[in-house]
């Protein structure tokens, strides 16, 4: 039975056309993985046909390369191999010349020369004349040529002793030269010579698109992300996230200098991302947007001439079927009778406290004993960064206790705590926050009441339901956000004070939830429960709400 012959794989997701290749066993140490992906960067079915033939035949001398083991290079070779470097050089700037600064040709012409001897100790001038300035800037260029030989060799699937190496490096340099005075006679114009043939593409990986010569040596990610924690002190847990994302882009280019890392490199990567079946928004948020800020403080601070990342993005489509939905009046009647039920503070208080003020879990679990104030006479939970990390600016806030936290008796729980933590029981995760741990836990029990809709969190949902209440009973617009810790939605909300006694009367607008008989979902034998029942109230929400027309909260 004849063996398929490989052709272009469409991507299920985003219609590009992809190389697929399983590397052979005995390749396999040397390459690092069981298959090789590689984007074709088209969707057109013949254009696709003709890539991958050429990206085939590329890839099977790389393995040959890589079968015959280390080789000796020979210097027709490595010119042959620095070639398309001089194409490209010209080719980027032929329109612009003078644009070109990658190459600075009068530092090049006597790149690799010995260092010269220190002079001798003098303050006359002539002495000082006699140092040669430009030798300071042949090392970052001499290592630029050695990383971009070993991108090329890597590219070639070559395997090349030290000196071949360094042959190489040498006829870079070279190629680099040639380029650059070709474009120094394009910038006097003198066209008379046509640019090599070629186009703007960028012949090797990794290669610039907009790459600047580094003033000392190779800036790598880490570097930057150690700077960029320094200067902003992230939440511990950004401290943690953001260096693994640029370990993993480090991985896929084969290298962490940051100086060398092109917008096409993070097309790839997205590409990859999105061939392994990551959501867009994941890639987006969760990798595209670390690389993006981290390389951008790079630029602010002058260590990088450009930020590769920028308008490298994922387009997404928000499916109806997705969007997220808060709790129903049904459903939080019945998480809060299984709370009302529980004796575990963390799966007794927490629910109803994001019921009554829509606020993260992770802000309530965090609480302390110090944060259950009482302001102009109204009880109050206090929002602080004191108690941990907050996601925002507006997120420190005091939001007034609903009358049925304190019937349930909540005031009295907390004043049974002399300080410290309300739920000493979470312990604090890997980042020193206690809401890690609670989001786990609380998600788990919510699951096993059945409220098992994926489009509903858990725990977030109480936040899409407290906004849909504000809708409901007419809560003024600014006073929601105040309560919910969003950002002010124009300069006319930052006006004037937020009033305790403004926003508990927003808050008493509101109707209590009246808990529903449920199984407590964590008793060792399940019992029904209806819990504390909350008092009818005589203001106008809840006469409301127990109306007969109405459903109950």
């Known amino acids: 039975m004849p063996l398929a012959m490989a052709r272009p794989f469409k991507h299920p997701r985003t219609g590009i056309y992809w190389l697929r290749k399983r590397v052979p066993d005995a390749l396999r140490p040397l390459v690092g993985k069981l298959e090789v992906k590689q984007s074709l960067g088209t969707r057109d079915p013949v254009e696709a046909k003709r890539l991958h033939a050429e990206a ?36 980027q700037h032929a329109d612009n010349p003078r644009r070109q600064t990658l190459w600075d040709p009068a530092v090049g012409a006597d790149l690799w020369a010995s260092a010269p001897p220190s002079p001798a100790p003098s303050t006359s001038d002539t002495a000082l004349l006699t140092f040669d300035l430009t030798f300071m800037q042949r090392r970052p260029m001499q290592e630029w040529c050695l990383t971009t030989a070993d991108a090329c060799l890597r590219t070639q699937g070559l395997q090349v002793d030290e000196a071949g190496r360094l042959m190489l490096a040498e006829a870079i340099a070279m190629a680099m030269q040639r380029g650059a005075e070709t474009l120094q006679r394009y910038a006097r114009g003198n066209y008379g010579h046509p640019a090599p043939a070629g186009d703007r593409s960028i012949p090797l990986s990794p290669w610039p698109t907009d790459p600047a010569i580094p003033s000392g040596p190779a ?31 480090a991985a896929f280019l084969g290298h962490d200098d940051a100086a060398l890392v092109s917008g096409v490199d993070l097309v790839r990567w997205k590409e990859a991302l999105l061939d392994q079946g990551l959501a867009g928004s994941t890639i987006r948020n969760g990798k595209l947007g670390p690389v993006r800020t981290i390389l951008q403080w790079g630029v602010d601070n002058k260590r990088l001439s450009a930020n590769a990342a920028t308008r490298v993005g994922v ?84 939001v007034p206790l609903h009358p049925a936290l304190i019937e349930a008796g909540f005031c009295t729980f907390a004043e049974g705590i002399r300080s410290g933590p309300l739920f000493p029981g979470l312990k604090p995760d890997r980042f020193g926050s206690r809401g890690g741990n609670g989001t786990k836990l609380l998600g788990r029990w919510v699951r096993r009441l059945g409220i098992d809709n994926p489009r509903l969190q858990p725990n977030h949902a109480w936040r899409h339901r407290m906004k849909t209440l504000f809708r409901r009973w007419e809560v003024a617009a600014d006073l929601g956000r105040a309560i919910l810790g969003h950002a002010a939605a124009d300069i006319s909300d930052t006006y004037g004070d937020m009033e305790i006694r403004a926003l508990h009367r927003e808050i008493l607008k509101l109707p209590a939830v009246i808990p529903q008989a449920t199984v407590q979902p964590n008793a060792g034998r399940h019992r029904i429960s209806r819990g504390p029942q909350p008092k009818r109230s005589t203001h106008r929400a809840k006469r409301v709400a127990v109306d007969s027309g109405k459903s109950v909260d």
Do not use: M
């Open 56 to 91: 085939l035949a590329r890839l099977e001398r790389q393995w040959a390369n890589l079968q015959q083991g280390p080789q000796t290079l020979s210097e027709r070779e490595a010119h042959a191999i620095a070639a398309p470097i001089e194409t490209w050089l010209v080719a």
């Open 219 to 249: 800036i790598t990610f880490r570097d930057l992300a150690t700077g960029w924690i320094k200067e902003r002190q992230p939440a511990e847990k950004t401290r943690y996230t953001f260096p693994r994302v640029l370990d993993e882009l």
């Open 315 to 398: 387009s997404t489509k928000a499916k109806a079927s997705e969007g997220k939905i808060p709790f129903s009046d049904a459903e939080a009647s019945l998480i809060l009778g299984a709370a009302a039920a529980e004796r575990d503070p963390i799966y007794r208080w927490v629910p109803w406290l994001c019921a009554y003020t829509g606020a993260r879990v992770h802000e309530i679990c965090q609480l302390r004993r110090e944060d259950v104030v009482e302001r102009d006479g109204i009880r109050c939970l206090h929002f602080t960064p004191e108690a941990g990390s907050l996601k925002t600016r507006s997120s420190e806030r005091f």
